[in-house]
């Protein structure tokens, strides 16, 4: 069983709290990787919000050619960040030659356009980037956005943070929001894209357990959306589907419940919106999931969320302080990073229902 954690805090916090997090429920590690998504940057990147961040690993050669590809196109970098690296003897990483954190300004001629323009423009992006830096896997890259960082490696969690000086906090390298997970889905080949989070246009999406319905998701995300591609997981399909409804068809964070474990026909005929669910199950029956699983979640406005199965069949729970909340697959993760909470707001989530953390870390259940 996978082991996922997320941190949202109203201060910048340092990756080595989202590493004690998952250090607890060592038990699930299997030294297939660590991976985590940071999102609302503090600080090297704090004064950059506002424009786009590269996250890669590659080689010499891939460097060159990403860098290349991105001045053609008219980015300009503006900054860059290089992560110390300890390289000891007997750790066990299977580290890249080069980790690339670099942020650009947008091309001259995109300065001024539109918001959903520029977003295009970053996914077109890094599409370009990964098919080109495929070939000999010359690289892989994450994430192309804005106040977002993306770090994944194959290997044991604990000597990745030590590989990259993870374990001793600093003030250049935090976040406001962090989800990670220790455990890549291993129903399929360990390689750096199939770690979970996933992320694609600002959102990001983690899990612990299986989908099922794998198959039947993947076929008919392929031709929703070009950004839909590589299904090194079965995970992936719940950031599509995600992705899908809330930004391409604008509907609310709370209906992704219902595409995604809809209610019964009978519980739908009984709903004052029964049209708009018996809708979702007619249109979208091909991205309802089965299995068991919980889903992490992050949003573009940095909304923390989660939910679960229809039958609840992995954990996940809660904890939370004055200035911060802690999303973990088991408790005694929350009790290393918030050993002094009233544990009694504990919040363990109905398998009916999202729960989503606000900027103002308010506490937000909806029910389906």
Known sequence: MCRIGAIKSLDYVHPSQALLLMQSQQKGHDNSGFAMVMHDLGGVFESYKHLPTLSMACTDEGVKLAEDMLHAAGFQRVMQWVPETSNLPGLDINAMPNYVFETF???????KAEQREKEDLLLDMRLKLRKALEKDEMGFVYSFWPDVVTLKEIGDPKDIGTYFNLWEADSKFTAKVITAQCRQNTNYDIVRYAAHPFFLQGYTALANGENTFYQKNLEFQRKLHRGYIGFESDSQCFLYTLHYVHRELGWPLSYFKHVITPLTFDDIER?????????IRQSLAH???????????????????TCCDAKKLRPVVIGRSERMVVFSSEVCGINEVLPDRDWETDIYPHEREIVAIDENLEV???RQ
């Open 105 to 111: 300004d947008y091309p001259k001629h995109f300065k």
């Open 271 to 279: 709903r004052d919106d029964r049209q708009q669910l018996l809708a």
């Open 287 to 305: 991205l309802e999931i089965n299995g068991p699983n919980t889903i992490i979640g992050v949003m573009p406005d940095n909304t923390l969320f």
């Open 364 to 366: 937000q259940r909806w």
